[in-house]
């Protein structure tokens, strides 16, 4: 594997999803596998590596590459190990096949194209790392795409100084970018004969009653809601199931509700709103905090000396589980996001090489910084 487009159909053909979240697709799930390889070529890279279990079978790989220079701050190069599901997917998902000047399959954007690029640039810089004022670490992590667990644990686990999330960003590097905030809404009901519906009472209904308060009274609160790099606050009701049968009232109904917030957004006011209009309204709530890191920081500094931009990005990422803990983080590298989670998902060849060369460039720029 001496190109970096080799390292990308390597770990294209290792089936990596992400278990959780709905139907994988598939029943080769979890990260394992994928953690054990990554493992293998950082220790042929000369790094010390641990995997750390995070979930059952599902651990993430650290790689610290050692430092002459005792006590040097810490750079973290942080992929995520998993991908979404496979489900509906018009190439073979775990083929990782190069044809067109692409290489096709799940996770080819998002993101085990990006991962191969950084890996490709500590091989090629493992004769010199040791010898830099930054100390390299290398992690992939479990469960980006549902829970950010690995990014989570790993925060517990270690301290670092700066971050780079590895990500489909066209090398760009996004320095904010929205949290997320689902939302889980359950209406439980009394079912009784569709032709006495007023002996029981609809959840349906509950449920349209409190998608009509998001529409009409939280979503323009949220959209007022902005940020000079992100824009605005959004809302989104992404799907509805409820009912057994159309002659029957029904006793359940749930939603799920995507909002995608800027910094400084408090959500408390989205449940008091809803519970006042549907008081027996269930809610749970999952939070994934929004990004910013300080585009004046001296390695984003260096990043776009080499032509990378400080830039936004309206997705979420793990970059922001770092920030959380103080440590400056961004999301980069080749690819775009626009083949992430697509049917038919794909990275350019030269798109993967640029990576490589960019990241290689990177380690050799810490050197004269």
């Known amino acids: 594997m001496s190109t970096v487009e080799e390292i990308a159909s390597e770990l294209v053909r290792i089936p990596s999803v992400n278990p959780d979240g709905g139907d994988p697709g598939t029943d080769q799930t979890g990260e394992a596998a994928c953690a054990e390889w ?56 775990f083929g990782g096949e190069i044809r067109e000047g692409r290489l096709w399959g799940r996770g080819a954007s998002d993101t085990k194209g990006p991962m191969a690029s950084m890996l490709w640039a500590l091989r090629e810089a493992k004769g010199f790392l040791a010898e830099l004022p930054y ?32 990500e489909p960003t066209s090398l760009d590097a996004v320095h904010a970018h929205k949290g997320s905030c689902w939302l889980h809404l359950k209406a439980r009901g009394r079912a009784v004969h569709a032709s006495r519906p007023e002996e029981g009472v609809n959840a349906i209904y509950q449920i349209t ?98 032509g990378s931009r400080p830039v936004g990005a309206p997705w979420f990422c793990d970059a922001a589980v770092f920030a959380a803990k103080g440590c400056p983080s961004i999301a980069i590298g080749p690819g775009s996001i626009d083949q992430a989670h697509t049917a038919d998902e794909f990275i350019e060849i030269e798109e993967l090489r640029r990576g490589g060369r960019f990241f290689l460039e990177f380690l050799q720029a810490l050197g004269r910084a």
Not at 56 to 66: A, D, E, K, L, S
Not at 144 to 155: F, R
Not at 274 to 299: A, F, G, K, N
């Open 209 to 306: 009653a409190a998608i009509d308060c998001l529409r009409r009274e939280v979503a323009p609160i949220l959209a007022e809601k902005t940020d000079p790099v992100l824009g605005k606050s959004t809302l989104s009701v992404g799907t509805i199931s409820g009912g057994s049968k159309v002659n029957i009232v029904p006793d359940f109904c749930e939603c799920s509700v995507d909002m995608r917030l800027v910094p400084g957004v408090d959500t408390a006011f989205v449940s008091q709103i809803l519970q006042s209009r549907v008081p027996s309204l269930e809610i749970s709530l999952h939070r994934s905090e929004p990004l910013w890191t300080d585009p004046s920081h001296p390695i984003i500094q260096i990043l776009g000396s080499l």
């Open 38 to 93: 990554v493992g293998r070529f950082l220790r042929e890279c000369g790094a010390e590596v641990s995997l750390r279990e995070v979930l059952p079978g599902r651990p993430n790989v650290v790689g610290r590459f050692p430092s002459k220079n005792s006590g040097a701050p810490r750079i973290l190069f942080a992929p995520h190990l998993d991908t979404v599901s496979v489900a509906g997917m018009t190439v073979d998902p």
């Open 135 to 166: 100390e390299i670490w290398f992690a992939g992590l479990v469960g980006e795409e549902a829970g950010q667990h690995g990014a989570k644990a790993l925060a517990e686990e270690e301290r670092f100084d700066f971050v780079m999330a590895g």
